[in-house]
């Protein structure tokens, strides 16, 4: 694991963007895999800049989305296809055939499931998978409890989840109980993952993840596995862990 303890929100989307990037501009075919929540709203933000500013271009890349909820279509203002639309797809250069997220309103749920793997893995798989972490410790909506193993399927909320949802409905009747998410297992078949984190809301879940037992209770601590994860984190959600990071040394923070 590569762990970046970085000032705040802003430094923590600076760097986020210049992975992000450089992957573009090192392989502008690359299938890229994109996140949801206010997290990676900071490095969306940037990387439409970068369009703008100097053509990064987004028109050979393939993108797959980690979730959606089930039951909300596509142009519900709370679905995440009109998140990613809204916060960075309608600002670049990409058109729909590029773009993958799970339909919330899929009538046979497993067989669109297992579309979308095929369809991961006819684009070759994930060049560079974008996390966020829940408060809760899950990832996409592996929830706690979710198979470490575990595939593109249908997952109930957890009830923190669903509360922490809620703040964004307006009709509590909408508020999703069951969403589609990439498996863990499936995540972590991405050549790279960059897993973001930021404020004291996650310093918890950030000490689970990257110093607690590799636990299906902490579907994110699955990232000490991976081949090669980036992790980016602010000094808030790093203030629970007991080892500092500086330069890819670890070393404990009494020392
Ligand atoms: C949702 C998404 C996750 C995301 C998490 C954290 O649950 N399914 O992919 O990481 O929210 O969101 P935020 O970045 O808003 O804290």
């Given at each position: 694991m590569l762990v970046e303890v970085v000032d705040n929100y802003e430094t923590l989307s600076d760097r986020a963007a210049e992975v992000v990037i450089q992957q573009i501009r090192e392989k502008p075919d690359s299938t890229l895999g994109f996140a949801t929540g206010g997290t990676p709203k900071g490095l969306y933000n940037r990387l439409i800049e970068a369009h703008e500013e100097s053509g990064l271009d987004f028109s050979k890349l393939t993108t797959f989305n980690l979730d959606e909820y089930v039951?909300?279509?596509?142009?519900?203002?709370?679905?995440y296809a009109r998140y990613m639309w809204s916060n960075l797809f309608n600002h670049?250069?990409?058109?729909?055939?590029?773009v993958h997220i799970p339909h919330g309103m899929a009538e046979d749920v497993d067989s669109h499931c297992q579309w979308y793997e095929r369809r991961i893995e006819e684009a070759g798989g994930i060049d560079l998978q974008i996390l966020g972490v829940g408060a809760?410790?899950?990832?996409?909506?592996?929830?706690?409890?979710?198979?470490?193993g575990s595939r593109t399927r249908i997952k109930t909320l957890a009830s923190k989840t669903v509360k922490d949802n809620a703040r964004y409905f307006e009709d509590q009747d909408m508020v999703p109980e069951y969403a589609i998410t990439m498996g863990v297992g499936t995540i972590m078949e991405a050549d790279e993952v960059l897993l973001l984190a930021s404020g004291e809301r996650k310093a918890e879940a950030m000490k689970k993840t990257l110093?607690?037992?590799?636990t299906a209770m902490t579907p994110a601590s699955m990232v000490q596995m991976h081949r090669f994860a980036h992790i980016v984190i602010d000094e808030e959600a790093a203030s629970e862990l007991d080892y500092q990071h500086h330069h890819g040394i670890v070393e404990p923070k009494d020392e």
């Open positions: 039951g909300l279509p596509p142009e519900h203002e709370q679905s670049v250069n990409v058109t729909e055939s590029q809760n410790g899950h990832i996409a909506f592996n929830e706690p409890g979710s198979s470490l110093e607690g037992h590799i």
